[in-house]
């Protein structure tokens, strides 16, 4: 183990983060940080909401803007850093770049951020790659095994234009998965509820319950194999895994999804197949460019893994 000081980061508020105490989002997002640094750094008003001095007990609202100060961490040298080959594959993996954005087609396998003992994902990647950029921010996030097209800000207003058409709901996103079973032709749409919980090991798990908040996906069937479908989906909310949530509840899960798949048939397919990735993607978005107003529609094509599993099943 060793130390690394991370720079002095900016982070907008959203939706996820909400009513989020400010000690408790720091202890969550710093791990390695002692608790006693973090109540300290609030503590002396070296961090920061909205330019003003908080107390630990604050409230994260949206559209707060936090700046947190550099920060020393205990860091595990063999996770500091991408493989090269997922490094040299981030860079040939950018779909779309001009001053305002930045959207690659990220694979599976990759955190969008730092967090769950990884202290690299793709934006602190294209941080350090691109020192210059002065900001860099996610406008949105994808599953860590999930693959596709991922949208990065490059400018604080195309941030806050980007995140405005999220909230009303003018950005479509749309998915390619591959479920096991023969996909019933009249669920064309799953409205359920879903909550987000947190078990006492502190893995997360996403369940259809009344108390939760409402989410919306459309399904359309792409093409019916012998055990299998393809499926185009759209969701219409952003939830949680909540693709992955609505396609269990259909009693079709995504092929290789180990929180919420079925692992005996997964199992079958691993003996006679090199694939071991969660086989959705987010295949393409359409959303209105932030500064000149235009159309935009930006489309990933599916990763060599996902395509030849598909190839094999033709």
């Not at 595990?76 to 493989?83: A, E, R, V």
């Not at 599976?108 to 921010?137: D, M, Q, T």
């Not at 032709?185 to 987000?196: A, N, Q, T, V, W």
Request: proline share 5%.
């Amino acid at each position: 183990m060793t130390h690394k000081i991370l720079p002095i980061s900016i982070i907008y508020i959203n939706k996820e983060m909400l009513n989020q105490r400010i000690d408790n989002f720091m202890r969550s997002k710093f791990k390695s940080v002692p608790k006693s640094m973090i109540y300290r750094i609030i503590r002396t008003g070296k961090i920061r909401i909205n330019k003003k001095r908080i107390k630990p007990h604050y409230k994260l609202k949206i559209g707060d803007i936090l700046k947190i100060p550099p920060i020393k961490i205990l860091c595990d040298i063999k996770n500091t850093f991408f493989p090269l080959n997922h490094s040299t594959n981030l860079l040939n993996r950018i779909l779309y770049e001009d001053s305002h954005l930045l959207i690659i087609n990220k694979p599976s396998g990759i955190a969008v951020h730092g967090g769950s003992g990884l202290n690299f994902g793709v934006i602190e990647y294209f941080r350090k790659l691109r020192p210059l950029n002065k900001f860099l921010e996610l406008v949105h996030r994808i599953d860590r095994d999930t693959s596709g097209v991922l949208i990065l800000a490059k400018k604080r207003t195309s941030l806050v234009s980007l995140h405005e058409q999220l909230r009303e709901k003018k950005i479509k996103k749309e998915y390619i998965a591959l479920v096991h079973g023969l996909w019933p032709d009249h669920i064309k749409k799953i409205s359920e509820p879903l909550l987000k919980i947190q078990f006492k090991n502190k893995q997360k798990m996403v369940l259809i319950d009344k108390k939760g908040k409402p989410s919306e996906t459309y399904f359309q069937i792409k093409k019916k194999f012998s055990s299998s479908t393809l499926l185009s989906i759209i969701p219409k909310t952003g939830r949680t895994h909540q693709i992955r949530v609505h396609a269990l509840h259909a009693g079709h899960p995504i092929f290789f999804d180990k929180r919420y798949g079925k692992n005996n048939l997964d199992a079958d397919i691993k003996n006679n197949h090199k694939i071991n990735r969660l086989l959705l993607h987010s295949s393409g978005v359409h959303f209105i460019h932030p500064k000149n107003g235009n159309k935009i529609y930006i489309k990933a094509p599916l990763d060599i893994d996902f395509q030849n599993y598909l190839n094999t099943i033709i």
